[in-house]
């Protein structure tokens, strides 16, 4: 059974994410627990259950699912704390020293649900999502009548809060009337994001601050489309504005001095500029990488992102004296854990991951293990208080970006990406060359190439960022076709 | 699919009744409110959707069921009540007006545990459950994302309690100070019964009276044999003292006047007497069945039973001025349903239904539909108080009683029984037949037998009250093993 | 002592809406209630103790002044149900059947507090509140200790949101992907509004709609000002949109048809127009009075109303065929009280109060006796949906307003009054006069002037609107100057 | 103001221990707290308020003194975590690495109730009483408006209950089937002595296990009197039991081997034994100090008990190579401190308190700073299953003892005691004199005498405990009333 997609298990309550499938995960998540953490560590049967706490975003489908995964667990046999709604973020920092559950579908749209597992702040690998899976395609059945619990309930969200607005502290400069607008978009990050900055001192205006498991003021997506409203509503309030968002002399903010954009569960985050723009998200990443990379006391600072992320991050990260890992999407906790293994295994050196992201996704390593939007929320406004967004941008080159799709049948594609391994180098000599993940091609300058076969769909995808995009596309895309033509 | 038995679902939680199980009758339930309760009262797409209480006694499976059940009835789409942990009647007393589930096994070991659905203070009589079995088989789905629900905490034991102390004041005397040992069972009448008669002023000792669904304290079942050590303690307490239970000259009381047993989920109430006896249960119904007769101004008093209820309550009902009619067991609400079904099809009198009850189970009517062995506990300890034990005793005539098993195939029991329908009533010819439930002859003198096949094994059980019972069950039993030997 | 204002208990929670008075006046209720409602209903020492239910705003100080609160409910020995958050006109249906207490300070600021008292529906009276301004003075203590009570949690927003949906689908037309704005101002409409709004069909989006107690957002008070982020978010969205808020030929929505703010508790509702723009309050008044007095079926339709309101209120009103009541402010539920009781006095005619309302306050009477700008927002939005808000406008005449202020001590207001009550009306002959709360001249084109003392300054107020308001004022500030040189 | 006696604050809840007080006492503890705890160990503002888990036995004023208590320490800025119904131990537990406040009056009757405060595990000292006493004396004013706080509800009994038991499994044997009868007195002993006896294996029939706060079953203080029930319980069902509440060679057990009362807060113990006899609570000291002792593998172990406890105590820590301090009664854990402090300044000696108690009380070191009646429980039946209380009992001396009071007016006290210092040791010069509480005497055998003023009464009283103590009190109590002739 193939549960886990790159974002966990996600999709339609009515046929895929039902009340039944919770319960069955639920059982074979406290198995697996229990098989993993039986450590004996308490005498005379004394042993204390292990422990996951478990909470949801704000969908119609979340009381219900979640009373299903509790009945689950709970017949299991593992301690459960319930923890209501909260940002996935939030049920991450709360999951450290024990497990987490997290029911949301992120930013998919409002029929669907997920399930997300957490150990120790930090989502569970394949290995550990396979254990699961193959508990629930055996029926898992429940623990001994007498092992089952009853569940606890805890508030987390308050500690959390504190420990976000802790960490941001040590970043920029205060807050001080900083105005800024926060889309919500119906979703978890309106008790945190919000009051996190109110917090720090910012004076705050809320779009969609309103959690409604039917997302009707937005999409639950946040895009440049989407986000329209927000983009907007700054872009007008700032009109003829000398300063956005920051006190004039009478000690009053006029407009914003910028806007955040959150997904459904506050994992991801969107940043717009103070004339409604959507900053690039790469462009994000590098700032934070960057900054990271910069403070970092470790000799060798490392940064682990996606094979689709800008070149830019590179360039900065290596101007600030540290480098660049990539690992497939949705596995930067995999990618953190092989970086550390491999720094474990060799003492030479003094290796540190200091940041890890995904675009519009931010692991705030020194605060946790997970991907954090209200931290990046928290980070980045007082980074902007301290020196201003267009300061943070500018050493950032932002160059062209193109996709495009070349036919290619899905028996063809592994036959077409062993050809390119060889024939794109060849054609691209100056080229530094990595085939972990498709074939990327990375050019003096940072641009850059992307090869790789879609997951889903009959294509082969190529992605490229360039001063001269155009023409970098057409060519690798003509070595595209020729490989497909010769594998047919 | 055979869900309910004469108890409802009820087995074991490892196998039978599984949060699996309790998913899929949450959902079948909540398809079954809405297909009966879409009677399109509001306008405007505003209806309300119909309501569920949920509660569960105090088994270790309770919290887990309760889970799975609420995640079946929110994704059916029905507005649920988490009341949390209550007697049985107190569920019972909570679902008027609406719809109730009661996860409880009763009187079964800590093993178990089972599911009882009450409509508006009623058990669901078999055409409702037949409904639930049915949607069980198909596999219900779940409703329609955006009708799921989000489900509330409700108090209802205070309000519950309130309305028992009410009702039992207006019988008999006021408790002051006269005291009685209640032996809990670790089960759900802790919170209930000792806090009603405390009210109501008795001086009350529990023994178990901590709740714990191991039922660590004695079996689950109150027998004379599990409630030894009420038993003892009552008699050696007694021992010695002139008027047990009663205050003396000093204000103070000694002993008990007499005690109270409870199954794990007080439907069930067993009587002890100031010597430590256990107290008949066709002599307590006898006594209640009367009281109500006697008080009831109705033309036509109408006590419902059970056909291996004594011959006594009839007697005692009779004498004032009612008549008993006969159900199978654990109907006693379909039988009260039918004697009111058949009052309103006849203008001419006005028959009224004054109490329905199976030995340790009472239906006290005025108070609502459903068996409550916490009123039954209030009421009697009024009565006591009134005019003591013994004398609400004195005018019942206990006969002795036997039981025996005569061994007959399974597959013969129906001829068996058709003879016996004829060849009985030929050999008694003096007796009153009834032959709803079995072959059930009653004499004279209200001694009685009854006559009916096992439901779960090879035998033909024969039941007898009479003065000389052995002679009785023996010329029975001759004419049953004549039958099965005619019928092989 | 003189605890209630106009808006019941109001001030700083560090000086005056203390937790200690909380604790006070919890105890004064509640002693109030069991001398009120002592009614014997339950024989036997059984009865049930008088309930209230209550609930805060989204303010700071809410949780610890609920705390105290409760102490002093309970010890008070009345049943007390925790409701958590609410809106006030949540509370206060929630109050019916029972007593209700609400801790908001509606629009005040955030450091401030209020304590308002209900009892089945409708606030408190004057004589109620000296009832408990008596007991706090006189150190009501605590009942007796085993009268003290265990207070319940209950869930009430559920039942009231629905009650609003359906009441408000009895008007207009559905809503069907109109778009609404409505700015909840961080406070206690943002868990109410919005959701009906969407359940009747509308896309909503919301500015500040994350409860926090510090009304990050803009000032607590919505007033054209505050709003302003409000109106430049609806009139930009509306720039070269045909149909502002209406679907489209693709069924899709541009821009919003009108906007909603609230204050803190969602008492008070102010409409913005589609361009942005405040649409008056007294035209809200008299959109809603006429709809209303239009729809009864008494004989004599009553609106009841306070002396700043304008007169186009009475001009709809007696257009659709009913009359026009008065009443001091802050005193509606007074006079709604009054109408009816004359109406009771006089068998001859069928009098009936259809809407009682003061400037952003209305009393819907149908749906219950208390102010709610959850019901106005649902009603006015389906009036919208039905034939657009400058249809509703079209017919009221608002003409020009202004308010002056003539100087006068204290000490002479009364004798200023007592000639004003002769010579204002002496100068104007062609006008109604009516002298119930200062001195009112109604005209024939319903044009008015209202003179009145300030009850906290010393000036004597002139209040008028008029086609020539500049005349009317000058006239009327003369004869006022005239009686103050006069009484001086 | 003397707000604290030796057992905290504790008197009737109208007159003395008044929501008002508990509202102003929340309020002080809650100042006192942050001017000890402003460590300043978060930057930015972003401080952590300092926190307290706040509990409440099953009195009926507990709910409403919570309440007030919360709106205290809420308005006060300090966080609050509301644990509800708890014994006092799990309170104390819970209070580790923060905060706690118990509304308890431990054994008082029903109309009392009382606050006891906890740092980190341990009573506030009188230092931190004195620092309370004086900011209630001051009218401590609220925190500003906006650092007030909300509360979370807190679960900690099932964390405790874990505790207990593993702590417990270090001693004597596995309970395997021991019956034991505990009275519960309808206090909150109920949810955890007998859930942690049963979890350990024992089987448990509990008395008064309701929790009641009217305490229906017996005197809430367990005394031979008060215990009366249970005493006779466990004699009767003991009678002719061979080996009482030991399993047979059926498996099964009869009888009881021993059996525990509790107090209303489970801080204190009495054990019975299998006659049903009270076990004296010196004995119960002694056995405890003894196994403590000679465990502990420090070189200078110590027992901290007071005054009025027995030389049997001396004798059986000595015997086990320890020695014992004393401290006046109520202050266990200022003697623990005051020993450890001594030990702190003496780098020579490795000295460890092993144990302290005074009669009842035990604070088990090992596990925690505070009294643990449910410690207490888990231990000693732990030793009894292990080799039988018969065993344990056996190598302690009980000699008899006495009480008596001279006559001594208040004034004289102070001039009487002075003189008793140096008459009495001089009137026994073989005895070991200790005049740190009173004159305490003891001799060779371990036999003792204490003299000391009462605090409330005018007597002198005289304590003693030999073979011949008749002789001993008649010679001491001559003394005493020379010197009060002599001081007149």
Redesign the interface.
Known sequence: MDLFGTAGIRG???ERV???L??AVG?AVAAEMRATESDGT?????A?EPEIVLARDGR??????A??M???L??GGV?VCRAGQLPTPALAHASQGRYGVMLTASHNP??DNGIKLFRDGSEFDREAERAVEERVAAEQ??A???E????????TL??YL?DV??Y???FGA?LDGLRIAVD?GNGMS??AT??VL????A????????V?G?F???GSKPTPETLR?LR??VA??NEGVAEPGRPGADGDSEGFAFAIGHDGDADRIVIVDADGEVVHEDTVLAILAERYTRESDADDPVVVTTPNASGRIDERVREAGGRVERVRLGALHEGIAAVRADAAADETTDTSVVFAAEPWKHIHVAFGGWIDGVVSAAVIARLVADVGLESLREPITERPYRKVSVDCPDEDKADVMDRLATTLPEAFSDATVDTDHGVRLEFADASWTLVRPSGTEPYVRVYAESDDVDALVGDVAGIVEDAVAEAA
Chains 1, 2, 3, 4 share one sequence.
Request: charge should be negative; aromatic fraction near 4%.
């Open positions: 339609s309550v009515e039902t009340p039944e919770a319960l059982r308490r005498e005379g049967g004394a204390r119609v489908s979340g009381a219900a699912l009373a299903a509790e009945a689950g709970a017949s301690r409002p029929a059945p429940a001994g009548w007498d089952w619990t009853t569940t606890e309930r805890v508030d308050g500690g504190d607005a802790a941001a502290a040590r205060d919500c309106a008790p919000p009051t109110r917090r720090l001192g004076e705050v205006v809320t779009l969609n601050g309103n409604d039917h009707p003021g937005r409203d907007a509503f007008d309030a």
